[in-house]
């Protein structure tokens, strides 16, 4: 299988066909080239999931541990599906049946099980730099499914991956980000995913959940919800996680939705086209009004169908695309 | 024995030398300073050219680990980490398990430092019991025992309540209280500094005014209870103007700065090694406008001192998650190539500051002897190589930790030898002074 060539001309192949890296720790790490080349191959990916038989041998052969020290339904389950559709050995650690529990070092279990010989660890944590931390100490591959508050690469590229099926290309459009900035790893990947395609990126949130220093990312920040999305192409909205009262973030929820949340009436200021978009798992009536959630502009759930296309294409490049079919 | 250094450029500005002298050390002491001694049954040692004979290097702020935490550094080896490192004499903190709150743990360390008999150790005690920020510790038996001044060091002092009392009782004694200065619920569970590079790699961060509310909240009250107050390993530019604006208000305010907070900024969160927890310390690496700050503090004379906040840990507790591992970095090895190279030889400053911030000061804070070269003084000197091609590599350190960010870095100027009471106890093959 050619995945690239099935559904793409050979003048609109990708300037690249592999990864230079041996994992995917973040899109910080990713050119321009190779965000397309995972995009593309993710189309190629997309296709099997409409025939009767969802296989393909590409991955036969290779064990996958899925690693996850925080709880995930559907990072995780989104994973297994795409391992599973590529014939992988898959095998998942939880954190409640590991021996982490007991005291060991992330590094040790990391060190254990790379004794085992996987080709490919799936790495969710609550620290920052954990996919990096095993990465220096590892032979295996290490695909970043969230670490902490810093990156979810494979978000951002599902994200990209939905945006394009709709409107051909990312650069130049306007993409309003609102939310719990600051805590966000899908706001991280998403931020240098879009500016490194082109897009006009919008960030908006009250001011105690805006990371320091924002607009040197290539941003614009705002506080004024109203800003960030009149003539948006895309909204992408992002969880507000109910301890951040607690946390003296903003008084309370009900405020929150009144100033930030994505209501029909924001949304008329938007593109006639414009796209809802949500990671997940989502606060109905907190930071998005159910009517938007279920609403004809959102493509949440393709967001989730879409995810399994490009952690398929992330698993194949990583594990050396068409040169390690030929070889097995 | 005698020992009559020959030749070498002096640089002592108690005394305001800085030339070429002679120095006979009789026994432990040094017996005169002068051109041209005649050997007169000494032994005599030809100082090569180029090195430099300073007044002891003192470090007042590290932490020893013992009791309690001698997976990490013994009084032993630290001290000879400091004697390696061009220290002839430290002052160590108290957080040590248990809290060097009372005079048995001041005694237990004083005995430790005999036992190992390299560099001088001058134990700062505790300002409350357990340094748990309730009750005043036994602040007179510690100043008997040996402890030169107090800190809770680690945490800020609890309450500004207590901090005024510290401040008042060990002014009594004319005892300095050292401050971790810090508002604990700035800091919240912060791991580096609040900026650009925190926010692109997801850490919590605190900001420079996390530091200098804890600067303003000690100099008001050194300036209300007329007491001296010391600002440890400062970072923030906001922390170096209070002190600036106290300083010349007249209180007895001074501060110390690390040689990890003059070098490095948050850019090194990031590269070349991505969360190297090497780089994780509190107060955190700042941004750029902090290190100038910091710089120009340390040319202006607003700085004090140089102190490393030699915080060793074992590899095993630094190899987790960024932020999960201990804050702090060992320093007493690197602090007079970085000196040398990024002060002196940056064109900053000149040598007699830089024996100031070294050595004068820090002696002069503590009240303890030493920072200068004074006939009939105990023979504590640091000899310098200025000009020594210096490449620091933490598998080579003396300290028992080897959590350094500065391991393969190449700098100029280096430790020819380390005298402590007249005792070669550090001598650098590489510069080719006998002793």
Redesign the interface.
């Known amino acids: 299988m050619s995945p690239q060539a099935t559904v793409h001309d050979i003048d609109q192949r990708p300037a690249v066909t592999s990864l230079r890296s041996k994992d995917l720790l973040g899109i910080?790490e990713l050119t321009p080239d190779e965000i397309t080349l995972i995009l593309d191959t993710a189309d190629a990916m997309k296709e099997i999931a409409s025939r009767p038989i969802k296989k393909v041998p590409a991955l036969r052969g290779k064990t996958v541990v899925n690693l996850f020290f925080e709880p995930s339904t559907r990072t995780r389950t989104s994973f297994e599906i795409a391992e599973k559709r590529l014939s992988a050995d898959t095998l998942n650690i939880a954190i409640a049946t590991s021996s982490v529990v007991k005291g060991e070092?992330?590094?040790d279990t990391a060190l254990n099980l790379e004794a085992m010989h996987p080709d490919m660890i799936v790495l969710r944590?609550s620290?920052?730099?954990?996919c990096?931390?095993l990465s220096?100490i590892c032979r295996s591959a290490i695909i970043n499914a969230g670490?902490?508050?810093?990156?979810h690469p494979t978000q951002a590229l599902l994200d990209a991956f939905t945006i394009r099926e709709r409107k051909r290309q990312l650069k130049g459009l306007k993409v309003a980000i609102i939310g719990d900035l600051l805590h966000s790893?899908v706001l991280?990947s998403n931020i240098l995913l879009l500016t490194r395609m082109g897009a006009d990126v919008w960030v908006c949130g009250p001011p105690t959940l805006m990371?320091?220093?924002?607009r040197?990312?290539g941003v614009n920040a705002t506080s004024s919800i109203e800003a960030a999305v009149t003539g948006a192409d895309v909204i992408m909205l992002l969880r507000i996680q109910l301890e951040r009262m607690e946390g003296a973030y903003f008084p309370s929820l009900r405020e929150y939705f009144n100033v930030f949340g994505m209501s029909e009436a924001r949304m008329k200021l938007a593109q006639p086209d414009v796209m809802i978009m949500h990671p997940g798992p989502m606060n109905r009536g907190v930071e998005i009004a159910s009517e938007v959630a279920d609403g004809p502009y959102s493509v949440i759930l393709d967001q989730v169908a879409n995810g399994v296309a490009v952690r398929m294409a992330v698993l194949y490049l990583l594990a050396g695309g068409a040169e390690h079919e030929e070889a097995a | 024995m005698k020992r009559l250094l020959k030749g070498g450029r002096v640089v002592d500005p108690v005394n305001g030398i800085d030339g070429v002298r002679d120095i006979l050390i009789d026994g432990e002491r040094i017996a005169r300073i002068a051109s041209n001694l005649p050997a007169d049954g000494a032994t005599v040692v030809e100082v090569p050219d180029g090195l430099v004979i300073c007044p002891g290097f003192i470090d007042m702020h590290v932490h020893l680990r013992e009791p309690g935490q001698e997976h990490k550094e013994t009084v032993a080896t630290g001290t000879a980490s400091a004697v390696a490192g061009g220290f002839t004499a430290v002052a160590c903190m108290p957080n040590t398990n248990p809290v060097n709150d009372n005079a048995n743990v001041t005694t237990y360390i004083l005995d430790k430092a005999r036992e190992a008999n390299l560099a001088r150790v001058y134990p700062i005690g505790a300002v409350s019991r357990g340094s748990q920020g309730e009750l005043l510790a036994d602040i007179a038996d510690m100043r008997n025992a040996g402890c030169v001044a107090i800190t809770d060091d680690g945490h800020p002092v609890k309450t500004a309540i207590l901090l005024r009392r510290a401040l008042e009782y060990a002014g009594m004694f004319g005892m300095p209280v050292i401050e971790h200065c810090e508002d604990p619920s700035l800091k919240g569970d912060a791991v580096a500094h609040?900026?650009?590079y925190?926010?692109?790699?997801?850490?919590?961060?605190m900001?420079g005014a996390c530091e200098a509310l804890g600067v303003e909240r000690g100099v008001l009250l050194a300036e209300l209870t007329g007491s001296s107050f010391h600002v440890a390993h400062m970072s923030a530019r906001a922390s170096l103007r209070a002190v600036r604006k106290a300083k010349e208000a007249g209180v007895h305010v001074t501060c110390e700065v690390a040689p990890h907070h003059f070098t490095l900024t948050d850019e090194a969160l990031a590269a070349p090694?991505?969360?190297d927890t090497n780089t994780k310390m509190n107060p955190p690496l700042r941004e750029a406008a902090d290190r100038d700050a910091m710089l120009d503090g340390i040319s202006d004379g607003s700085v004090d001192a140089i102190a490393t906040d030699h915080a060793p840990h074992h590899y095993?507790e630094k190899?987790?998650?960024?932020?999960?591992a201990p804050f702090g970095i060992v320093g007493l090895e690197t602090a007079v190539p970085l000196s040398l190279d990024r002060l002196v030889h940056a064109g900053r400053i000149r040598l007699s500051r830089m024996v100031e911030l070294l050595s004068v000061n820090p002696a002069r804070i503590l009240n303890v002897p030493g920072g200068t070269l004074s006939e009939g003084a105990p023979a504590d000197i640091t000899i310098i190589a200025p000009d020594l091609k210096v490449r620091i590599e933490a598998a080579k350190l003396r300290s028992r930790s080897k959590n350094t960010p500065f391991d393969g870095w190449e700098l100029r100027g280096g430790v020819a030898a380390t005298l402590v009471g007249g005792r070669p106890l550090y001598v650098n093959a590489e510069t080719r002074i006998s002793l």
């Open positions: 910080s070092t992330l590094a944590h620290s920052s730099g954990a990096h931390l220096r670490d902490g508050m810093h990156e790893r991280r990371p320091a220093d924002i040197r990312f | 609040e900026g650009y925190a926010a692109s790699l997801g850490l919590r961060g900001p090694v991505a969360y095993d190899k987790v998650e960024y932020d999960r």
